[in-house]
C-alpha cells in the first residue's frame, strides 16, 4: 500500500530516518531536507555525516542535537558534534550533568550545551518540542513529543514502565518511535546473568514487546499512521517476533495493519529509508501518506 504514496520530494517536506537503534548506539534525523535536528547521538560522528551525505545533507544542515539520557549508546559523539562543530546539545540540567560524568564522553560540553526544563515546550527550528520523563535507570530520562506543521512525532525510548503521560501522547501522535526491546520468555531463558535480567525487567529497565503492544491497542487513534519499534535487543528479541506480537495486539483491537498504519521493526546498526510525512489535504479524513527514499 505505501509505496502508492510516493511523492515528489520537496525542502519543506517533513522527514524522518533513523541511523541506528539499539544497545549500540542510537540517533535519528527528523526535520526537512533544508535543516533538522537528530534525536541522540549513540553512534560515531563520522557514520553521522555519512548517513546525512547519503540524504543530500551535511552537518550544516543540523541545528541541533536532543538527548534523551545520559547512557553511552544515546550519547557517544555530543562531544565532537557539540565542540568540535558548535552544533548544540540540548538537555534538561540532570541529563547534561550526567553527559558530565559519562567517561564515554572523551571532550566534555562547554559552550555548546542547552538547557530546557522537562514539561516545558520551546521552539528548535520551526518545530514546537515538548519533553516528559520516563522511568529508566539513567540519571534522567525524557520522551520528546514534536509539533510541526500540524504534525506530532513522538519517542519514546528506554521505558522502564509506563506512566500516564506516555499513554496520553501515544493517543495524540500520528507518527510513533517506540520501544520494543526485548521478548520476556527470550530473556528469561537466556544467556543474560540473573542481575542483567531483573534490571530489564524492571521498572527502570526496557518496554517489551508485550507491553509495547498493549499500550499501542490500548491507545489507538485513527490519526496514528506510523509506528516505528526501536532498541531491539540482539539477544533478547527477534525484529519479526516484535512486529509480529505488536502486530498480533494491534489487530485484536480491529486495526488493519498495512493499511490503517505502517508498521515497522527498526533496525539496530543499519540506516531505514528516509519517511517523508505529510498531509493530503483533499482528503476529509486528513490521512497522512508517506514516500521513503534513501
Given at each position: 500500500m505505501w509505496a502508492e504514496y510516493r511523492c515528489k520530494m520537496a525542502k519543506s517536506d517533513f522527514i524522518f530516518r533513523c541511523f541506528a537503534s539499539g544497545s549500540s548506539g542510537n540517533c535519528y534525523y527528523l526535520g526537512t531536507y533544508e535543516s533538522g535536528i537528530l534525536i541522540d547521538a549513540g553512534i560515531s560522528a563520522r557514520t553521522i555525516h555519512l548517513n546525512l551525505k547519503e540524504m543530500g545533507l551535511d552537518w550544516s544542515n543540523v541545528r541541533a542535537v536532543l538527548i534523551t539520557h545520559d547512557h553511552a549508546d544515546h550519547i557517544r559523539a555530543v562531544g565532537t558534534i557539540g565542540e568540535r562543530l558548535h552544533i548544540p546539545i540540548y538537555a534538561t540540567p540532570l541529563i547534561h550533568s550526567g553527559?558530565?560524568?559519562?567517561?564515554?564522553?572523551?571532550e566534555k560540553l562547554r559552550t555548546s550545551r542547552r538547557y530546557f526544563e522537562k514539561g516545558v515546550p520551546f521552539e528548535l527550528n520551526g518545530m514546537t518540542v515538548n519533553s516528559f520523563g520516563i522511568s529508566h535507570d539513567s540519571t534522567e530520562c525524557v520522551s520528546y513529543v514534536i509539533d510541526f506543521k500540524g504534525e506530532r512525532f513522538m519517542i519514546a525510548t528506554d521505558v522502564g514502565c509506563v506512566n500516564p503521560q506516555l499513554e496520553q501522547y501515544v493517543a495524540t501522535a500520528q507518527h510513533l518511535v517506540i520501544e520494543a526491546n526485548h521478548d520476556e520468555q527470550m530473556l528469561l531463558n537466556g544467556p543474560y546473568p540473573s542481575f542483567l535480567k531483573e534490571r530489564i525487567l524492571s521498572d527502570t529497565g526496557h518496554m517489551s514487546n508485550h507491553t509495547c503492544g498493549r499500550v499501542l491497542a490500548q491507545n489507538y487513534h485513527t490519526g496514528l499512521k506510523h509506528v516505528f519499534l526501536c532498541h531491539l535487543s540482539l539477544e533478547n528479541n527477534d525484529p519479526k517476533l516484535a512486529y509480529d506480537t505488536v502486530r498480533s495486539y494491534l489487530e485484536g483491537v480491529g486495526v488493519n495493519v498495512d493499511n490503517d498504519l505502517m508498521l515497522m521493526a527498526l533496525p539496530r546498526l543499519e540506516p531505514t529509508a528516509t519517511f517523508t510525512?505529510?498531509?493530503?489535504?483533499?482528503?476529509?479524513?486528513?490521512?497522512?501518506?508517506?514516500?521513503t527514499d534513501k
Open positions: 553527559i558530565d560524568r559519562n567517561y564515554g564522553v572523551v510525512f505529510y498531509s493530503d489535504d483533499s482528503h476529509d479524513d486528513n490521512t497522512n501518506q508517506i514516500s
